[in-house]
């Protein structure tokens, strides 16, 4: 009887086993290093503290950038032009440093200890910014508003002070930005087929998230600043931030840790392989044929591009390293980084027209009827709130409707192809900028209709409604091309730099936005020589904005065109397809 019991027992062990070892997410263990449950950890349990903590973060970065140029214009008594290209050369910095920040996170922190630290930094420069609202606040109360503005002249020691604030969050945006929703997306199995598809619907829904966040402080934040106080507008993201970094805490229990096996960092293997193949530029293919079938490597092994990169495999002459080369791995690990370029590249328009909505925008949008009761006007920054309306709108149409209609028809799990959503998103963006430019053109011809040219201070009665439209295409161009490229960019490098790809894509938008710095002043420079007027004139009804329009929209055009002879070309990591 004894032993019928220990049969059974045994018999009962051997079938739950498979079932426990099935519920192990491979490659993971909890914030105690131990082997982590399926059913206990991770998915969107994980995943909604760490987007509650993006859509915290959001709306206090947004409650900075958003109405930035309106405090260096009014208080602060900057130019446009001046005010456009500080915003601009900001919003750069801030996501070009994310670069910075996957490197370290990679390799050596950690996403986890980084984001906890960049929190801190944060929430440093968030009080800071409010303490020299403070500075400013107290020598004119003048200083609060944007009409009184060459009433007041902060001094030295306050433009320092306020903008080496600005520029600590820029620092702590570029270790945060990255790791937390690559940290966020580490929540899914890959290899899973459920947790795979929940990944391509968590950046959908990470992004419609963050746009809802971005809303709120458009709508609240900005009316607080121009209404009532630039210190309590920047206070609140302060009191905000503080709050995310206690929700990312309360989510530690529940994460899944991905185990890096790797002693060396990937930054240091792929540079190995450039270095090898650099100091192997004389092999030629019949010689590395030859030393690939002696040593057991062969062509048919790896990608057929960026062949020369092939040449890392042999060790280089008189190597005293070990006699060794690269590994077929490590050499397609640095094509795959390689092999994202162009696709980058082609995209940096994209990150130029993105620069526009919360600059030249919002100055365009300062000079036209924003009542909308007897008592109450629109703030101009307000006005991106369209933006981030269009994409909350939208996100939940494509994830729910677009998507499964598009799976029925190309049987691919997100629909359409990462590139090809990306490639309509640039369209969009283009279309966005012909109608601006538009409404430009009617604008300027409204001012002229009623006199109002030599009035800069003067509204022109013409109803801010009309840019809708610009703000509404801009919205949906970006829930297309954002999401895409966060995904592409996460989904296409190795997975030991997955915050590295997603810095990567950041700095598309950080290196747009100094583009964009830079197109300004050269075009400030050049139009307002032997005593014309800058197109972007303090005066805007004397400037021509409507040509800057034009011109961004031929640019995305040419763009538009190189992105789409690359995407067509590009093969795809891990099955994909191409566009």
């Known amino acids: 009887m004894a032993s019928s019991t ?20 491979q490659g993971n263990v909890d914030y105690k290093g131990r082997p982590v449950n399926r059913s206990k950890s991770g998915r969107w349990k994980s995943a909604s503290f760490i987007i509650g903590v993006e859509m915290a973060e959001r709306f206090a970065y947004c409650g900075i950038n958003s109405n ?17 290209e500080n915003a601009n050369a900001l919003s750069g910095t801030s996501q070009l ?8 996170a990679d390799s050596f922190l950690g996403r986890y200890r980084t984001i906890i630290l960049s929190s801190l930094l944060y929430i440093m420069g968030l009080g800071f910014l409010t303490l020299s609202t403070v500075f400013t606040s107290s020598k004119s109360s003048d200083c609060q508003h944007a009409t009184n503005a060459m009433n007041c002249s902060p001094s030295e020691f306050q433009i320092i002070f306020f903008f080496f604030a600005l520029y600590i969050i820029a620092v702590a945006e570029g270790g945060h930005k990255p790791c937390v929703q690559a940290f966020g997306a580490d929540q899914f199995d890959g290899q899973d087929p459920e947790e795979c598809k929940a990944k391509s619907s968590f950046f959908n829904w990470w992004y419609f998230g963050m746009c809802g966040a971005i809303t709120v402080t458009l709508v609240v934040l900005t009316y607080i600043q121009d209404n009532l106080s630039w ?47 650099a100091r192997n530029w004389r092999i030629t293919s ?35 390293e070990g006699g060794n ?31 526009q909505s919360s600059t030249v925008f919002t100055k365009q949008g300062a000079t036209m009827d924003r009542s909308i009761s007897r008592s109450f006007e629109l703030p101009a920054a307000s006005l991106q709130s369209f933006i981030t309306l269009s994409i909350v709108v939208f996100i939940p149409i494509y994830d729910r409707i677009l998507v499964p209609i598009a799976r029925a028809i190309t049987s691919r799990p997100s629909g359409i192809t990462m590139l090809q959503r990306i490639g309509i998103g640039i369209l969009l963006s283009t279309v966005s900028m012909c109608i601006a430019a538009a409404v430009e053109m009617k604008r300027l011809e409204t001012a002229q209709e009623y006199g109002l040219v030599d009035k800069p201070e003067a509204t022109i009665p013409m109803s801010v409604i009309w840019m809708i439209p610009q703000y509404l295409i801009l919205g949906v161009s970006e829930s297309l091309t954002m999401v895409g490229l966060q995904e592409f960019f996460y989904d296409q490098v190795p997975n030991q730099l997955k915050s590295t790809g997603l810095a990567l894509y950041l700095s598309i938008l950080g290196i747009g936005s100094f583009l964009s710095s830079f197109l300004i002043s050269v075009i400030d420079k050049a139009t307002s020589r032997h005593g014309h007027q800058s197109w972007f004139s303090d005066n805007l009804n004397k400037g021509h904005l409507d040509y800057f329009y034009w011109l961004l929209a031929g640019l995305s055009a040419i763009a538009l065109t190189a992105y789409l002879y690359f995407a067509k070309s590009y093969v795809y990591n891990r099955g994909g397809s191409n566009i």
Request: glycine share 8%; net charge negative; proline share 5%.
């Open 6 to 25: 220990a049969t059974a027992a045994n018999i009962s062990d051997a079938i739950e086993a498979p079932t426990l070892l099935d519920d192990v997410v």
């Open 68 to 84: 930035l140029i309106s405090y260096l214009t009014g208080p602060l008594g900057q130019s446009t032009a001046t005010a456009a």
């Open 97 to 104: 440093l994310p670069l910075l920040g996957a490197f370290v």
């Open 231 to 277: 210190g309590l507008g920047f206070g609140i993201p302060c009191l905000v931030m503080v709050f995310a970094l206690i929700l990312f805490l309360l989510g530690t229990f529940t994460y899944r840790f991905c185990v890096t096996s790797e002693e060396i960092s990937p930054f240091v293997r792929i540079g190995r392989v450039f270095l090898k193949a």
């Open 286 to 320: 019949l010689s590395l044929s030859m030393e690939g079938e002696s040593q057991g490597f062969l062509p048919c092994q790896g990608s057929q591009e960026f062949k020369f990169l092939n040449k890392a495999l042999v060790a280089p002459e008189g190597s005293k």
């Open 325 to 355: 080369g690269c590994s077929i791995r490590e050499v397609e690990e640095a094509k795959a980084v390689l092999r994202l370029f162009p696709i980058w590249t082609t995209c940096l328009v994209y990150g130029i027209v993105f620069a």
